[in-house]
């Protein structure tokens, strides 16, 4: 697990290169819905979200994410699959209205982990498919590191509120992305932190910060999320 840290910790101090024409200091906020459902007692389900993340506190569109996947847990595996897809748009920053698209397909792999009585750990794998307006085909790797600590209990539910931790690294799959553009291996690295509180046993609201990092712009976004389960 400490080679994941240093993993992680290297790739966040990467030094980065290039301007950005984003105000770095200003909060941005992305309010957020998830949500996951199992059918039946048997392996299979749905999960997905819907994101509006803004380049400031509201109205200034970043992105508006809608995206869900079917599920596949097999019996005592302890990891669930996902395939799913994605429709993104994207908005530029300040007073232009102008936007673009882009459709993904993803395949994932989560696994859970407990260290100790309270630390659960979840790790995410995502390889993403992606088709971005004005470009080749692009693919891309993630790695997710979740930690959720409850506080005054020993599991998430009802009533109990948790310290939320992760930290996500993506790698672009190819530079090359069509009439003689590039981009680097590393694309963007998330640290957050937050706090979260179990309104029922299914069902977890989550306010926090998230420092995204790419080669061109490193800014600040309050998170307000809705988990839900059934």
């Known amino acids: 697990m400490k080679y994941v840290f240093y993993f992680l910790l290297c790739l966040i101090v990467l030094p980065l290169s290039g301007q950005s024409a984003v105000d770095e200091d200003k909060l941005g906020a992305w309010y957020m819905y998830f949500y996951s459902h199992s059918f039946g007692d048997g392996p299979w389900g749905i999960q997905g979200d819907a994101q509006y993340r803004n380049w400031n506190l509201g109205g200034d569109l970043e992105q508006l994410l809608l ?28 007073d232009s209205d102008a936007t673009s698209g882009e459709s993904r397909i993803y395949q994932e792999a989560l696994f859970p982990q407990r260290i100790g009585g309270r630390f659960l750990l979840t790790h995410r794998l995502r390889y993403e498919q992606r088709w971005v307006e004005g470009q080749d085909v692009r693919t891309r790797y993630r790695y997710n590191l979740f930690v959720n600590v409850p506080l005054n209990a020993t599991d998430l539910g009802k009533g109990v509120i948790n310290l939320a931790l992760y930290n996500e690294v993506f790698l672009n799959g190819q530079l090359d992305i069509g009439d003689g553009r590039s981009v680097q291996y590393f694309d963007r690295n998330r640290l957050y932190l937050g706090l979260a509180y179990g309104i029922t046993d299914r069902l977890r609201t989550q306010l926090g910060w998230m420092r995204q990092t790419t080669v061109a712009v490193d800014k600040a976004q309050l998170q307000v999320s809705l988990h839900h389960s059934w």
């Open 67 to 94: 995206r869900s996947g079917l599920t596949y847990s097999p019996t005592d595996a302890g990891i669930t699959f996902t395939l799913g897809y994605a429709n993104v748009t994207s908005g530029a920053y300040g």
